[in-house]
């Protein structure tokens, strides 16, 4: 059984795969497959945050600094292509004659941008991980020291209007390396690479959770000191996962502008970030496919509820959360293992091993 | 061949100006089974933590050559000093096998822990074989009856090849025959390993300690073979509290020494 369960969780992602890349785009409309695209890049961006949080145990509540990263990478080199020869248009609205700043200029380049947006979170993730990890900065601290960076990362761009759109945000992209956007043809493509990109991030994933690091990895959520104690530094453990994570922000990030189509501080900060593990703790947190299917289901619930009764949407997700956090802590993925273990044994029964320790404690 | 011995040396460890190890000196071996013994609260754990780098500890620890004292935790560990705690702290989530190969996993490459287990390394056969967990190796760790959770603990400073144990309280909560074979299993190992055993259990120490260091109060008591220590006035005084109102007052938080003691003269 345990021999099979990764074989099982792989057919999972092929089923998932021929659903999306394949059926998708034979039934859907052009407006839905648009929306299941920018889904599939919140989900991207879960899939990360299931192995941070679910696995690592940390809970990175900043996540939409590294989705950014990703996403005005991207957006910055589709402004530019766009813009052609010229500066971009919202830069020329204050100032006829305002220069292209320096930072955007190498974002002209294909390579330089595909570059940023997998280095740049790998870069950032790496040095605040290392500064938090290795300072042992966890739980409560850390969530808030990321949902932070996040706040602070949405206010600096709120406030750099000239350089960054501000508040109003990059938009209006006609081409996405090379091929004209408004194109039906290439709308299925540019779908159809955020889809793909998902199935490779579970299947990283997928990996990760049966290889000896994600069995260290949970063990370090358990039992930090412990795995200290046999030899390794967990700070670098975390570290990887955390990277790891980040990097698939960027990713999500990246596919979400050009199928979206605009990218605004709004996307990025604190009340996204939040949106983005809120989806991930519906679903489930340490299982494969909870965090991307519960980031798609916020995601639906957010353009079909969300458009058609805003406010109440946002009552509406809260009292799920409630409801999944109060109880199913492990999200609505662990439904189907918690029906099979009411049938198989109806009483719960109470843990001796940890009766036993609180005893040792009791007398040590 | 000569294997490098642990040599602790003038251990001193305070907490905001409460001396909780001031002073101890004590010596260990490959070929004996050590045993630091004392009331509650005499610096037995705090002595194991300073040299593991738990806690920061003045003085010297030495194994072999190598100064362990000012080392980061993990580093040390990677030096082949092992321990266990005085709760047992394996992963309970994960099976025998998984916690064993964690341990194994210390000496791997980065690269080689990207891809999943493949059969069982050879050295975790030999770890389970030794502590009778042959037959555990797909249990839950967290469902392990409790002596069987402190012999995981072993087999996984086994599995890493640790050439220094140091076992605090590994025989608290076992019943009679979980103890003996612990105790087997000790004087086993330690043909070839140091073992420290921090006890206050003074049958399972009588049985089984070649060497015996007293501590009290953080200061070493007496020292020597269990003979010899048992015939030490000092240590009488302490355990059978004959005189000192503090003696009593450490007995009375620690009963169960006595209690041991007692029970052993009936039989
Ligand atoms: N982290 C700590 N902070 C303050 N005091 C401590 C700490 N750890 C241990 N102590 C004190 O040091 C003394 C020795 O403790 P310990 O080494 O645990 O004793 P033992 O293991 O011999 O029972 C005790 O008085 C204990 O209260
Ligand atoms: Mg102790």
Redesign the interface.
């Given at each position: 059984m345990?021999k099979l369960k990764?074989w099982i969780s792989l057919s999972g992602i092929g089923v998932f795969a021929v659903l999306l890349l394949v059926i998708a785009p034979l039934v859907l409309s052009d407006h839905w497959l648009n929306n299941v695209g920018k889904y599939c890049c919140w989900a991207i961006a879960a899939v990360g945050i299931g192995f941070a949080w679910g696995r690592g145990g940390m809970l990175v509540m900043g996540q939409g600094v590294f989705f950014a990263l990703g996403a005005y990478s991207m957006a910055m080199h589709l402004t530019l292509e766009t813009a052609g020869d010229q500066v971009p248009g919202f830069m020329v609205l204050y100032d006829p004659l305002a220069p292209l700043p320096a930072f955007w200029e190498p974002f002209r380049s294909t390579g330089f941008t595909l570059l940023a947006i997998v280095l740049l979170p790998v870069v950032v993730a790496g040095i605040l991980g290392y500064a938090l990890f290795k300072r042992r900065v966890k739980g409560a601290y850390f969530a808030i020291l990321t949902q932070a960076l996040a706040v602070a990362l949405a206010t600096l761009i709120s406030s750099t209007i000239r350089e960054t759109g501000g508040d109003t945000g990059l938009s209006d992209f006609k081409y996405f390396f090379g091929f004209v956007l408004n194109d039906p043809a290439n709308k299925v493509m540019v779908y159809s690479i955020a889809a793909a990109l998902l199935i490779v991030c579970l299947l990283a994933v997928w990996?990760?959770y049966?290889?000896?690091?994600g069995?260290?990895l949970?063990?370090t959520r358990?039992?930090e000191?412990?795995?200290?104690?046999?030899?390794?530094?967990p700070a670098n453990v975390k570290l990887v996962a955390f990277v790891v994570s980040a990097l698939m922000a960027s990713i999500g990030g990246a596919m979400f502008v050009p199928i979206v189509g605009i990218i605004t501080p709004a996307e990025i900060g604190a009340a996204a970030s939040i949106l983005m593990i809120a989806g991930v703790a519906l679903g489930g947190r340490a299982s494969l496919f909870g965090p991307a299917l519960g980031a798609m289901a916020v995601g639906w619930g957010q353009s079909s509820l969300g458009s058609t009764w805003p406010d109440g949407w946002t009552y509406v997700l809260g009292l799920l959360f409630i409801v999944v956090i109060l109880f199913l802590p492990q999200g609505l993925s662990s439904l189907p293992a918690r029906f099979a273990a009411l049938r198989r044994r109806p009483t719960v029964q109470p843990?001796p091993?940890i009766a036993?320790?609180q005893?040792?404690?009791v007398?040590? | 061949m000569t294997a490098a011995s642990l040599v602790v040396t003038d251990l001193r460890v305070e907490f905001s100006g409460f001396v909780a190890v001031g002073g101890v000196s004590f010596d260990a071996h490959p070929g004996e089974v050590r045993f630091l013994i004392g009331p509650n609260g005499a610096g037995k754990t705090t002595c194991i933590d300073a040299i593991t780098g738990l806690t920061r500890g003045t003085g010297s620890a030495r194994l072999g050559e190598q100064e362990l004292l000012g080392k980061q935790v993990h580093k040390i560990v990677r030096l082949g000093v092992g321990r266990t705690f005085q709760t047992a702290s394996i992963f309970d989530e994960l099976t025998v096998l998984q916690n064993l190969d964690i341990a194994a996993g210390l000496h791997r490459s980065s690269v080689s822990l990207l891809r999943a287990r493949r059969g069982i390394d050879p050295s975790i056969e030999r770890a389970v074989d030794e502590t009778g967990l042959a037959g555990e190796l797909a249990t839950q760790a967290g469902i392990l009856s409790h002596g069987q959770k402190q012999w995981l603990e072993i087999a996984m400073l086994l599995v890493q090849d640790a050439k220094v144990l140091l076992l605090d309280e590994p025989v608290a909560g076992m019943s009679h025959d979980e103890r003996t074979a612990t105790g087997e299993l000790l004087q086993r190992i330690a043909a070839e390993r140091i073992v420290l055993v921090v006890e206050h259990d003074m049958d399972f120490m009588r049985r089984f300690a070649t060497r015996v260091t007293v501590l009290h109060q953080g200061k070493v008591l007496s020292q020597g073979t269990v003979a010899e220590v048992q015939a030490d006035p000092k240590v009488q005084e302490v355990y059978l509290g004959t005189a000192g109102a503090a003696t009593t007052a450490a007995m009375a938080v620690v009963p169960e020494p006595v209690a041991e003691t007692l029970k052993l003269t009936e039989d």
């Open positions: 345990t990764p990996q990760f049966r290889s000896r690091f069995e260290l949970v063990a358990d039992a000191e412990r795995v200290r104690f046999l030899g390794y530094d843990t091993a036993a320790a005893l040792e404690e007398r040590s | -």
